[in-house]
């Protein structure tokens, strides 16, 4: 099939693999695999601990001019923080490992967000009606589907290894290094396909989650998952050179999920939550996520969680880059890549210049965006505050029928946490024994509409939880980490999933709980990892 032969997009959910869904997006089937629920119960159906639903025109408008008021002025862009810049997306690779929504009421799908008469739904309707077709365990479905046996999953694979893409060339601008096989650094499979609300032509790969092939740096992240995996496949196979592809491929993955597991525990939390937080929910013999829902039952995804507090990425985008040598330092083609670029180059963007892979000078160099001791700022995350990247209020790769509200990414957000009832940020500190912010913290250095908003009396002592947790990241961090109630959401959640998986590292290889990091198996060629960086140095995406 070429460019002119083109097959229709349509979502799909088959197995563990997800096609042709965007980010933010509700799936309208029942493709639930795990339930969606809410971590602190004592707070379900308490009026007090959530927005008002008496008048919900009047919380709409307030919501709407807050989240309005929470684009980044163009002239006083935010500060970097201390975290490196791939940790933004790493959240969303991970996220998207984790949540999907589905529903088939029409009230708990996307458009409900725009619709004038939204309002908020009750918990037990929430809880029946609302599913996630992601099992939440952290176990790289996006990478591995269902295996080389599933129907949707079987083109990822060939025998123990996975598939790659080939990057497009010649490109304006110098190729960017590797340290090995440089031109395998696009995802695999890509096809054309029409996208039946734009009639646009898009350019999706064949992976385990579309949602990862519509930003760029997430796409490269992907990529390097699938190299690193195979670096493993090899290590394993010259260690023990007589097992099957079958148990060769079995191994592989094993150590490949526990290791990304070990990682988000111990660089990613510990890179973005307050110091202390990842020892204390470890410490925890079961902790706030497991005594909520027992290992006996079947996992649930709290949308304290995904609808609030693993949102707080959404405030670490920058508008702008330093990607690589030809967008970026020293700008060979171009000064720096756009936000809106990096959506650009994608399958879901559609790419440009009649290019149908990732064109070879948009690889991204990695050194730029995952070390935490350079001295460059512009290789780290904004900082994580009530502000957000203006590329953002305008979002590519989204549908445009939802009135605009859907182009807004912090409206979006603010609307679907009343929508499904998540309780206010007060109320989670509170139940979490936290101190709440005080009235000052939350107004210190807030625009006119936020303040506005934040001192109606809808609004007064009722922060919704998506901004609170920004907020208080702002005030109490500087934006360098989450603060107490977001990071304790935020860990709780993660680990706690990783305690209900019994598959999972800490269950399953208890030694590696907070002791010796994960080793690549080859003998005198072994190698340790300890954070992201390394995992990128074993998939052979980094410079030599």
Known sequence: MNATQTETAAPAVAGRVVENVGHGEVLER??????????????????????PSADPPQVIALLRRLGGAMAEPATSPAPPSTIPAAYTYWGQFIDHDLT???????????????????????????????????????NLDSVYGDGPAGDRSAAFYDGPFLRVGTLASPAPGQPVPAASDPAARDLPGRHPVTDPATGRTQFPATIGDSRNDENLVV?????????????????????????????LLARAQQFVRHTHQWLIVHDYLRTVTVPGTVDWVLSELKGLYLQRFPAKRGPVMPLEFSVAAIRF???????????NRNFGDPGFVAPRATLDQLFQFTGRGGFIGGAQTLPENWAIEWDRFVDKGDPDPRHFARAIDTQLAD????????????????????KRNLLRGYLLGVPTGEAVAR??????LTRAELLRGAPA????????????????????VLKEAEVLTSGNSLGPVGSRLVAETIIGLMRHDPESFLTSVPAWGTGPVPVVPGGNGARTIGGLADLLDVAGVTAA
């Not at 969606?36 to 009026?47: M, R, T």
């Not at 139940?431 to 709440?436: D, G, Q, S």
């Open 100 to 138: 999907l929504e589905d529903s088939a009421d029409p009230r708990l799908q996307q458009p409900a967000i725009a619709d004038p008469g939204l309002r908020p739904v009750d918990a037990a309707t929430v809880r029946q009606a609302l599913g996630n077709a992601r099992q939440p365990y952290l």
């Open 391 to 410: 590329d953002l209020s305008v979002m590519r790769n989204e549908p445009r029928d939802l009135a605009g509200i859907q182009e807004h990414l912090a």
């Open 219 to 247: 796409g490269q992240l992907h990529t390097a998952y699938l190299r690193f995996h195979n670096a493993v496949v090899t290590a394993i196979r010259t260690a023990e050179p007589g097992l099957s592809d079958a148990d």
């Open 30 to 51: 029942q493709a639930r695999a795990s339930d969606f629920g809410y971590l602190l119960a004592d707070l379900v159906g308490d009026a007090d601990a959530h927005l």
């Open 313 to 323: 990425g959404h405030s670490q985008v920058r508008n702008a880059y330093d990607y």
């Open 431 to 436: 139940a979490l024994r936290i101190r709440p």
């Open 449 to 468: 509409g936020v303040r506005s908003a934040l001192t109606s009396p809808e609004l007064t002592g009722r922060t919704p939880l998506w901004y609170y």
